[in-house]
């Protein structure tokens, strides 16, 4: 089974900010990396795939970056609507495996 | 749009079997494209993939839940259906469904991860 370490657990910051969320996977997964947003009450939604790809409808500040075991999630510009819980999937072995997510605060 | 619908009884007696079903509506579970999983989440653990079922019900579970879940799909309603026996408090959790990207190609299915989920279902496991 695949372990995948996220980080940070939590984090705050400003409209306009730069975050990145890491994700690192106990073994080679290749590009096999997804990345999710999570908001209280509503469906999850699905924002890169295949570690870089962004999701059609996705807005161009969410970025991924990453292949093999170390992956991140980097979004520019921070709007206060990206205040959400964000976590990454490995894809590419059974069982799937989560990281254990990251709460973004907007100040 | 593809949406999914989770439902079920959101208060389960302990070692009692927990049954929730996923409508999807938009799009079709006979879709070649994909299979469906289900997913589930609590403040304890975190994240959980239990499995996921494709139209013709082949299906991947995990080995952690395996010897109590069952995934089953209905193409005539629509539907997958989930089933997990022996409930404990650890099984208190929300559940969600979700679409899963795969393709057969020369034998063999390639799966690429969720693309579509469901709101979730809030179960809580309690005498």
């Known amino acids: 089974e695949t372990t995948l370490t996220q980080s940070p657990a939590f984090m705050s910051a400003t409209p306009g900010d730069k975050v990145n969320i890491s994700c690192k996977a106990s073994q080679d997964i290749d590009d096999d990396m997804n990345w999710y947003q999570q908001k209280p009450g509503a469906a999850t939604i699905f924002i890169i795939q295949?570690?870089?790809t962004l999701v059609p409808g996705i807005p161009p500040r969410f970025s991924g970056s990453g292949y093999g075991t170390d992956f991140t999630l980097t979004i520019n510009n921070i709007e206060s609507e990206d205040a959400a819980y964000y976590f990454c999937l490995q894809h590419d072995n059974f069982p799937y495996t989560f990281g254990q997510g990251t709460k973004l605060e907007i100040k | 749009q593809v949406q999914l619908q989770e439902s079920g009884p959101g208060l389960v007696k302990p070692s009692e079997t927990l049954s929730l079903t996923c409508i999807v509506s938009?799009?079709?579970?006979?879709?070649?494209?994909?299979?469906w999983s289900w997913i589930r989440q609590s403040p304890g653990k975190g994240l959980e993939w239990i499995g996921n079922?494709?139209?013709?019900?082949?299906?991947n579970y995990n080995p952690s839940l395996k010897s109590r879940v069952t995934i089953s799909v209905d193409t005539s309603k629509n539907q997958l259906s989930l089933k997990m026996s022996s409930v404990t408090a650890a099984d208190t959790a929300v559940y969600s469904c979700a679409r899963d990207r795969a393709i057969y190609s020369y034998g063999v299915w390639y799966y690429y991860g969720m693309d579509v989920w469901g709101q979730g279902t809030t179960v809580t496991v309690s005498s």
């Open positions: 938009g799009g079709s579970v006979s879709s070649g494209t994909y299979y």
């Open positions: 079922i494709n139209y013709s019900g082949s299906s």
């Open positions: 295949e570690a870089t």
